[in-house]
Structure formats: structure tokens, C-alpha cells
């Protein structure tokens, strides 16, 4: 029976709610194990989970240097969408899309998916057929994709300024409808419960401090909790890719580690229900359910580990918001924060087996890891298991900037911080 | 961020454009050795400390200056002309996202 249910609540109100479980247990880690997966957060949860459910390998550590959610997962401004170019990246995210569709029932945890669309808007003729052209691109392959008038968009979001005098009047858009939200921290928790019940350990305030070698083999890790073995040891570590791969090592990487802002508002009414990307700028922003509305814009554009942001491109991301809304002028800001992205030359991540043996690793998530996190977890959890990648994730190698296989799906060319 | 273009003194990061990793090589430009085009392109130091990186100081002099910066605070240990070695073809960051 399900973990969570309308009897399981009604069960434990009757009984004071004295004996729900805790959604993952604090175990200590053990000497070794088949799979280590380096990193707590939402890639390296799903992956264990997946690890677990599709493939029956159970002995599994993901270890976690600070608390669970305290890294990108907990920190993206949580917009789910598959509306890209190249078909090596549609086919990707819309399989993380079906992946979502099903994902409250599949970890019987709420995660609120809310599949509110995503409108990109365009500002000229020329950008109106660009996004023609991934609208087509798009349905080719089987996504959902349509281009809406001013009309049908001032209809949807009539708080936004679609008139001609606006600084870059709006002249269409391209909507993804199956597009959407989800809460982050349910899906780190979904996921981490989902688990743990399966036997996977979740070490948290455990951070790498080294690894373990036998020659070029990667055998396990040392750790601020003593020193772990695995057969298997694989990195999801996002925007720390840079720092934890040079304890192995390897100093030079086809990734860069920016920093990128988020912003939430004060909450108000319901005004805008749908995620609205802006096209003349860097500037995307949703409503959350609490009412707040949830923005951000581009990185701060240099290489920093710092997680926190500076004040131009604060300056910049109001403005932008302002361009488009005129009359949020007096919303004031309730907090903003900032997460690490590793970086990518093409913009497109890596889940491969590698670099060295015994390794695996899963990174360069650019600013979209959120929306990835199932499709990502479950290809990489079949790149553990197996030893080879899933059909979906083939394209994503480490090499393929060597062998000019790259997947760059806005043509930036080799300047991460444009992607 | 303030960096001291070493010909127009402390600026505010906004007149910079970044250039990024200043520790690469740019083969000559007949080479065929296809290791170090590859290096050159895409692969980068990304320390979490101090970064030897490149910054054109295109809303002022030009002027392409090497950086010193700690990437956990920010705080900028040197500058200097970049000079020589480097010439990268990183572009002002006019392209519109979406």
C-alpha cells in the first residue's frame, strides 16, 4: 500500500501523528559499496533511485557535503519544458517531460508538476520564424508546440504590456503547453524517500575529500566521514564538477562554473499562470502557487563558486522585468539567491562512463538540470548499470567536443557564459 | 566588482567583457596539431580559488588586461596588461536569449 494516502493521513491524524516514519533514515556509511553516487542532489537522487527500481542494485551510497536540497535542486526557479532545437536534446527532455507527467504517482510524492506552459516571446518578423522553425522542429518529434498571436498571449497574460509602444513590443510567441512547473524540494525529497525505502543510503554532511585509486582506477573515496570503496563511483555534482573532478586529477574540462541569480517577489493575487520567457533579454518568470512571482534572467557572466550574485545583473533582470510588465513597478523583491552551473562549451550536458575507469559522470547541466532530473537519473542509472550509455544519453559524451560531434542547440560556439 | 584597468584605474565590472580562462595556448594559426586546437577551444581550468583570466575593458580604453580573481570571493589579487600570448575572439555580449 501506498506510503502516503487519504487512509494513511486519516490513519495518523486519529493517532496524533505520532508514528509517521521519516522520509529517509541517517544511517552511517558503511565500508564500501557497489555504487557511490557523489552528490545529493536531485540528479544524484534520482539516479540512486533509479539504480534501485529499474536495474536491482540496491547497495548504493549518495553521499551529500551539506543537507539534502541544499544545492541546485533547491535553488533552480523550477521550469520544466522540452521546447529545443536539435533532436539529440528534444528527444532527451521530452522523455524527462513523460517522466514527469507520471512522477508524483511513480514516487507516490506530490510534486506539484503543474503543466502551466511555457511561452517564449518574440519580438521581431525574424524571431518569430526562428521560433517557427523550433515549433516544427518540435512537432517533428512528436512535442507539443504552437505559435500564438498578441491577441491569444494579451487573452493568457493580460498583465503583460503588449501594446506597440512598449520599449520591444511583443509580435507573437511560441507556446509549450505540456511545459510546466514543479516544487524542487518534493522532488528531492520523492525522490530520497523512494530511495531510501529501497535500501540506498543517503549520507548527508559528507563531503569528498579525495578518491581512491588502484593505478588509473577509481576504487572509492575519502571523505570528511572516513574513507568508502565502491566497484562503481559516479559524480553528480553539478556546478562543483570543476573542484570534485580535480581531486582525481583531472584539471581541464570542457565546462566553465558560473554563477546564476533567482529572484522571488512578494506573493499577489494570481496574475500570471502560465512561464513567460522574454526575448529581447535574458528574463524568464512564473507565479508560484504561494503566490510569489519567480524570476531570474542571465549569469553573472564569469567564473565564480561563490553562490551568491552581484548587483548588475540584479539591476538588469528588474529592468527587463519592468519592460515587460510596466505595472509591477512597485512589487518590491522578497529574496534572492544564487546557484552554481557548470557550464558547458556547447550548452548540452555530459552523462557518460569515464573519464577514468571506474568513474561515471553526469554534469554540465548549463542552468537546466531542474527539468532533466528524471530523464537524467534514470539514463544515468543505465550507464552505471550497464557500463554503456541508454540510446538517449549516447550523444552526450565528454569527447564529443574533441570529435565535433557538439550539440549546440543556440549556435554560441565555445563561450559558455552565452549559452 | 570594481577591476583596476591598469591604464584607466578602478572601473566597475559592467565596462568589462569577460574573456575567461587565460592560462590557454592559441596554436599558430597554420598548426594542424589537432590536440592543442582542441585544448585551445574547449577546455578550461576551472579552479575554485585564483584564476588567471582575460578581461577587455570595452566600455573604456580597450585594453585587454590579465585578471587575478579568487572564484569563491571575488576579490581581484592582480591586473596587468594582458600583452602578447593571448588574443581571443570572444565576442561583446550584444546576442538576445531565449
Given amino acids: ?419 | 566588482m570594481l577591476i583596476t584597468c591598469p591604464y584607466c584605474g578602478p572601473r566597475d565590472v559592467i565596462e568589462f567583457t569577460y574573456q575567461g580562462d587565460g592560462n590557454r595556448e592559441r596554436p599558430q594559426p597554420a598548426s594542424q596539431d589537432i590536440d592543442a586546437w582542441n585544448a585551445y577551444v574547449y577546455d578550461r581550468l576551472n579552479p575554485a580559488g585564483d584564476h588567471n583570466e582575460i578581461w577587455q575593458h570595452s566600455g573604456g580604453c580597450r585594453a585587454h588586461v590579465r585578471v587575478v580573481r579568487n572564484t569563491l570571493t571575488h576579490d581581484i589579487s592582480s591586473t596587468a596588461f594582458a600583452h602578447g600570448g593571448h588574443k581571443s575572439a570572444a565576442r561583446h555580449r550584444t546576442e538576445a536569449k531565449s
Fill in chain 1, 1 to 419: 500500500m501506498a506510503e502516503y494516502s487519504a487512509f494513511s493521513l486519516l490513519k495518523n491524524a486519529l493517532s496524533g501523528n505520532q508514528d509517521w516514519k521519516p522520509a529517509w533514515r541517517k544511517p552511517d556509511p558503511k565500508a564500501s559499496y557497489d555504487v557511490i553516487v557523489i552528490g545529493g542532489g536531485g540528479h544524484g537522487l534520482s539516479t540512486a533511485y533509479y539504480l534501485a527500481k529499474e536495474h536491482g542494485i540496491t547497495n548504493v551510497a549518495v553521499l551529500e557535503k551539506g543537507w539534502l536540497g541544499s544545492g541546485n535542486v533547491g535553488r533552480n526557479t523550477t521550469a520544466v519544458r522540452s521546447n529545443y532545437l536539435l533532436p539529440s536534446n528534444t528527444r532527451f527532455y521530452e522523455h524527462s517531460m513523460k517522466l514527469w507527467e507520471n512522477l508524483s504517482h511513480d514516487l507516490n510524492y506530490n510534486v506539484m508538476f503543474s503543466q502551466r506552459g511555457c511561452l517564449n516571446l518574440a519580438h521581431t518578423p525574424a524571431q518569430f520564424d526562428d521560433y517557427a522553425r523550433r515549433g516544427n522542429a518540435m512537432r517533428h518529434l512528436g512535442v507539443d508546440a504552437e505559435l500564438m498571436t498578441v491577441d491569444q498571449i494579451k487573452r493568457l497574460v493580460p498583465v503583460l504590456d503588449v501594446s506597440g509602444s512598449a520599449r520591444f513590443p511583443v509580435i507573437g510567441g511560441l507556446m509549450q503547453r505540456r511545459a510546466g512547473s514543479a516544487r524542487h524540494d518534493a522532488v528531492a525529497w520523492g525522490y530520497a524517500r523512494g530511495a531510501d525505502r529501497r535500501g540506498v543510503d543517503i549520507i548527508e554532511n559528507c563531503e569528498v575529500t579525495g578518491f581512491l585509486r588502484d593505478g588509473d582506477r577509481i576504487t572509492g573515496v575519502s571523505t570528511t566521514r572516513g574513507e568508502i570503496r565502491a566497484r562503481k563511483v559516479a559524480l553528480a555534482v553539478a556546478g562543483s564538477t570543476g573542484r570534485v573532478i580535480q581531486l582525481a586529477g583531472i584539471d581541464k574540462m570542457p565546462i566553465e562554473s558560473h554563477v546564476l541569480q533567482a529572484f522571488v517577489s512578494e506573493s499577489l493575487k494570481p496574475i500570471i499562470d502560465t512561464i513567460l520567457t522574454f526575448g529581447m533579454g535574458h528574463f524568464y518568470i512564473s507565479q508560484s502557487d504561494k503566490g510569489g512571482l519567480v524570476y531570474g534572467g542571465d549569469l553573472d557572466g564569469y567564473n565564480s563558486y561563490a553562490q551568491r550574485g552581484s548587483l548588475p545583473i540584479v539591476d538588469e533582470v528588474m529592468s527587463e522585468m519592468l519592460a515587460l510588465f510596466p505595472g509591477l513597478a512597485r512589487v518590491r523583491m522578497l529574496r534572492s539567491w544564487g546557484g552554481l552551473c557548470d557550464m558547458t562549451m556547447d550548452g548540452s550536458p555530459i552523462i557518460t562512463t569515464g573519464p577514468l575507469p571506474g568513474m561515471y559522470l553526469n554534469c554540465g547541466w548549463c542552468y537546466g538540470g531542474f527539468k532533466a532530473t528524471p530523464a537524467s537519473g534514470l539514463c544515468f542509472a543505465w550507464t552505471i548499470a550497464k557500463d554503456e550509455p541508454h540510446e538517449l544519453n549516447a550523444p552526450f559524451t565528454l569527447d564529443r567536443f574533441y570529435r565535433g560531434l557538439v550539440i549546440d542547440d543556440k549556435g554560441q560556439g565555445a563561450t559558455p557564459r552565452l549559452h
